[in-house]
């Protein structure tokens, strides 16, 4: 430890903390733009800067190493006017378009011209001008709203492993980008989001179905069918301003019934189908000698990046579908047979906490029916906006539960959203048909926690099989690589696309630097998910008793040819 000085107070510091992170474990508060801990410090934004003692310039106290008796001052008459001045300089190059701008209210930018003290621009002159990026089925990029600070590109490859995008030209043609001013949905963007909600304005957003579902409610020869994934009823309640880590699962079905969707479900049942479809799978797979380790199939994010950086291991993803894939094809087939309903007419929309699930659902491979099983996906964010757009007053809505049947779920299916979820639920009904046995303890926590890999051996039986969980395709990448070079092996892999799995997915709610400095954003949206899993009477997905009747009523057992044809896939690229 260190002996340093912040605005006149003696703190002791670890020698290794920059002085933006002394600051703020001391409780100062210092602004910045493009910091993201650990992940982004490259004192680009220049809103960071501090006063040190003896020393000549102001410095970017988020580059700024400590150092013992260093004197700092956070808070003088030259920072203030520096950091405003650096502040006016960045938005003389910026659309201000506040009132139509996507982040308007939780844009750290307009926050911080609030909290400096902007009122007018000194510096007018001339803006980059770049066209909006559309071209991908998930993202839309707006360059005019782009202040370079790099967080995207820095999570895009020392998160993801992605490396889609990076900085183009040079000086004030500076844009961000994918190579040869291609768009996003001409390379190896695997549509995770991640980018967008570290983004710290609207340069980035998903690309919205908003209308789209609007128009298929008021349309009277249409079906429709709403189902919401796990990780959104972690985190909806943050777009109405209840803390973080408010389950509002109630208040959501509430709010679906107002707006006007003729079923709403939950992809819950999907994810308890998913979990007796693969569990059965990976039996399978062990006994009969199949292709191991096997690994998950239902983080859209996670495929892509397989087909583009693995396709080698293609032949390990489960051939499941993902779950709200599985319960969109229910219900264009099993549903619209037992209501006489022509699939034609059902409209299924997934409320998905989750930008790359807007891909998926155009995948050629998810429309065995002949009709995508999916017709449109929403976002956690885009779900608010149409509240709000419905005047629905979210915090006054009672609790209500979901419509039968397919609402009905068990807690091994609530904590698919997060890292680790799908496997414990897996292991929840594995390990009682291996040893057709009770489980004694229903928690595996061996796979649960948020860091980026996790590794287990489980007893099944008279077998020991050895698990891993990667969470990030960052995560993945390293996991698959020491698979490949033969240092690990094991039986099964669960891989989530996005760090944390679901709950930190591209489409939920905004949280900023600040906020995630102070709070511990993940482990309270885990721990929503948690909690709705212990409050549930039935927590193994085989005994979820709707999941029983629709394999008496149609797919007779799990992994039958029915099931094959409607919840499996391949894909081959
Ligand atoms: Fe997930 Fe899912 S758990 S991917 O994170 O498997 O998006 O929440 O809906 O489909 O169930 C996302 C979340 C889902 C699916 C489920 C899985
Ligand atoms: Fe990179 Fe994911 Fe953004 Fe694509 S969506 S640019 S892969 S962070």
Redesign the pocket.
């Known amino acids: 430890m260190i002996n340093v000085t912040i605005d006149g107070k003696n703190y002791k510091i670890p020698e290794n903390y920059t002085v933006l992170k002394a600051c703020r474990e001391a409780g100062v508060y210092v602004p910045t733009l493009c910091y993201l801990e650990g992940i982004n410090q490259v004192g680009s934004c220049r809103l960071c800067l501090v006063e040190v003692e003896r020393q000549k310039n102001l410095k970017a106290s988020c580059v700024l190493p400590v150092a013992e008796g260093m004197v700092i001052k956070t808070n003088t008459k030259r920072v203030r006017e520096a950091r405003k001045v650096n502040l006016e300089l960045l938005l003389s190059n910026h659309n201000r378009e506040c009132t139509s701008c996507e982040r308007s209210g939780n844009c750290e930018l307009q926050r911080l011209s609030d909290e400096i003290g902007i009122r007018n621009i000194e510096f007018i002159g001339e803006k980059t001008v770049k066209p909006v990026d559309t071209s991908s089925p998930s993202i839309v990029r707006d360059p005019s709203k782009c202040i370079l600070c790099g967080r995207c590109i820095s999570v895009c490859s020392k998160v993801q492993g992605v490396s889609a995008i990076g900085f183009r030209n040079r000086g004030f043609k500076t844009t961000v980008g994918p190579i040869f001013d291609k768009g996003l949905g001409e390379v190896d963007c695997i549509n995770c989001g991640q980018c967008i909600i570290n983004c710290p304005v609207g340069a980035l957003k998903e690309k919205e179905s908003i209308d789209y579902v609007w128009d298929a409610i008021e349309d009277p020869s249409k079906y429709v069918i709403v189902q919401t994934?796990?990780?959104?009823r972690a985190a909806l309640g943050e777009e109405f301003g209840l803390p973080i880590g408010t389950r509002v699962t109630g208040k959501m079905a509430a709010a679906l019934r107002r707006m006007g969707f003729d079923k709403v479900f939950d992809?819950?049942f999907?994810?308890d189908l998913?979990i007796m479809e693969e569990g059965f799978e990976l039996l399978d797979r062990i006994q009969n000698g199949g292709k191991l380790p096997m690994v998950?199939s239902?983080?859209?994010g996670w495929i892509k990046y397989c087909e583009h950086f693995h396709p080698d291991m293609l032949e390990n993803l489960s051939t499941c579908k993902?779950?709200?894939?599985m319960l969109g094809a229910v219900m264009k087939t099993y549903f619209a047979q037992k209501h006489g309903l022509d699939p034609k007419d059902i409209f299924v929309v997934?409320v998905?906490?989750?930008t790359a699930?807007k891909f998926e659902a155009k995948r050629e491979e998810l429309r065995e029916s002949g009709f995508p099983d999916v017709d449109a996906v929403i976002t956690t964010r885009e779900l608010a906006k149409m509240i709000k757009q419905a005047s629905i007053d979210f915090n006054k809505l009672p609790d209500e539960d979901f419509d039968e049947v397919f609402g009905e779920s068990t807690g091994a299916?609530v904590i698919?959203?997060v890292t680790g979820?799908?496997m414990e639920a897996a292991l929840r009904t594995v390990s009682e048909v291996v040893t057709n046995k009770p489980l004694e303890k229903i928690k595996f926590n061996e796979v649960r926690g948020l860091e980026g890999i996790k590794e287990a051996e489980i007893t099944l039986g008279d077998k020991n099989i050895k698990i891993a969980v990667a969470n990030s395709t960052g995560c993945a990448n390293k996991l698959l690589e020491k698979v490949k070079s033969g240092e690990k092996e094991y039986h099964f892999i669960e891989i989530?696309g996005?760090p944390g799995?679901?709950?930190n997915?591209g489409?939920q709610p905004f949280v900023s630097d600040k906020t995630k400095t102070e709070e511990d954003v993940l482990g309270k949206r885990a721990n929503a998910l948690y909690e709705e899993d212990e409050s549930k009477t039935i927590r193994k997905s085989h005994e979820n008793p709707m999941i029983k009747m629709i394999y008496d009523e149609f797919f007779e057992k799990p992994n039958s040819h029915k099931a094959h044809e409607i919840l499996h896939t391949h894909y081959v690229k």
């Open positions: 994934a796990p990780a959104v992809t819950d999907g994810a998913t998950t239902c983080s859209p993902s779950p709200h894939e997934s998905m906490p989750c699930k299916s698919f959203g979820g799908v989530m996005c799995g679901c709950i997915g489409g």
